[in-house]
């Protein structure tokens, strides 16, 4: 079996040098190739790769294209039989992921998809246990999954209109239909170098995550739901927005909510075009499964 590492990147030198140094071991297996996307740095993060990582494959765009064009040149070049897709600022705690993939894949052949255990934090945890057991599950998380890539073909690109979240989502909700499943792994573990309190705050960063991230589960209900189970959740979406967030004095999501709102219109035309809803049936057996699972924390 033959694997991709795939790391899209744009800005971040410094976290994507850390990541390459600690995936480059595995290059040593002729059976595991690297490829970094630059999405148009110009910090010097291409000419980093090339002079410190000369067995990586480096492709670049002079103009920055976006996240979900770099992820889907990267998934349909490939001649791999399994793409591992990482972000630029997490790295493998696991000590052999590629064949504990490789076994759950050769034993699993209904799974397209793996989703890893995340720890998310700046800081290693001072445990890497769990007594968590594999488990099939509704969706996964960008920064750390692999792709069997005969499930990959089997359905669309991921939409470079979504621009950055909800893209999982839609790949999930196209893997169901297409009789795929996607299960959680937490023998595979990787830590994502992100400090979530961080992230949280008020500023530029969190507006735009605000505003794709709300936006992004809309356009994949008006996508994918039974006509009533959309007027549903979009309204009872609405109503938490202004219960949880507005009507508590949280002002600033004013903004990204009605921006979000604005996004969703002008993309209505792509929504009429490419819906492609479940049946009932469909709906109450995706229901069923389990929420994905995104954030571990050690277990005492």
């Not at 893209?167 to 830590?191: C, D, G, M, R, T």
């Not at 792509?270 to 277990?299: C, G, H, N, S």
Request: glycine share 4%; charged share 25%; hydrophobic share 40%.
């Amino acid at each position: 079996m033959k694997f991709a590492i795939h790391i899209a990147t744009k800005n971040r030198k410094e976290d994507l040098l850390l990541t390459l140094e600690q995936v480059y071991s595995f290059l040593e297996n002729l059976e595991v190739e690297c490829v970094v996307f630059d999405d148009g740095s110009d910090d010097g993060s291409s000419e980093a790769v090339q002079n410190n990582f000369p067995k990586i494959k480096l492709h670049r765009n002079e103009t920055s294209r976006g996240y979900i064009y770099c992820r889907n040149i990267m998934l349909n070049e490939t001649q791999a039989d399994v793409a591992i897709s990482l972000d630029d600022d997490a790295h493998f705690l696991s000590q052999n992921p590629f064949e504990i993939i490789q076994n759950y894949f050769n034993k699993n052949p209904k799974c397209g998809l793996i989703a890893f255990r995340i720890f998310w934090s700046k800081v290693a945890p001072q445990s890497n246990q769990t007594k968590a057991i594999p488990e099939r599950v509704k969706s996964f998380v960008g920064c750390g999954h692999a792709w069997r890539m005969e499930a990959w073909r089997s359905i669309s690109s991921y939409p470079e209109w979504y621009e950055f979240y909800g893209e999982e989502s839609f790949a999930s909700l196209q893997l169901f239909k297409n009789n795929w499943e996607i299960h959680y792994l937490p023998q595979v573990f990787i830590q994502h170098r992100v400090d979530l309190k961080q992230r949280k705050n008020f500023g530029q960063d969190f507006t735009l995550r605000y505003r794709r991230g709300l936006r992004a589960g809309w356009y994949n209900v008006f996508l994918f739901y039974p006509l009533p189970k959309v007027i549903q959740f979009f309204l009872y979406s609405i109503w938490m927005q202004l219960k949880t967030k507005i009507l508590k004095g949280q002002f600033k999501v004013l903004s990204p909510i009605l921006g979000a709102l604005w996004d969703l219109l002008l993309v209505s035309p792509k929504i009429i075009k490419y819906r492609t809803a479940f049946t009932p049936q469909e709906f109450k057996d995706y229901a069923k499964l389990k929420e994905p699972k995104i954030y571990w924390k050690p277990e005492n």
